[in-house]
């Protein structure tokens, strides 16, 4: 499985997290919801429905355009606070921050030093 199917296996497996959870929403929240300028539309999303509406899909127009991915990548501390009690969502989510922060070429772990 190439970088790329494993990034697009991660979402799918994300989604379906969800889904089990029950969190996964059937229709998208309010148009002005996705305007909003703070991280994760904090302000006006709840968390799942940043995750499903709009990280995963533009995760997933990136696969489809072959575009570079995010680097740096961690969503996991912030889903931690937000939803504590969702473990098997927060493992996924995990997963999905180790490998984007993983070179693709050589699948070792990037390390940041800020």
Known sequence: MDFNQQIRQRLFDIEQAMRSLSIWQPQPPARDAFDSPEPFCIDTMQPEQWL????????????????????RFAITPYF???????????????????????????????????
């Open 52 to 71: 499903q509406w709009v990280l995963l899909p533009r995760m997933h127009a990136l696969l489809d355009k072959r575009a570079p991915l995010p680097r």
């Open 80 to 114: 931690e606070e937000a939803m504590p009690q969702a473990t098997q969502l927060l493992r996924l989510l995990q997963q999905l921050d180790d490998t984007l922060n993983t070179d693709p070429d050589s699948q070792a772990q990037i390390i940041q030093y800020d």
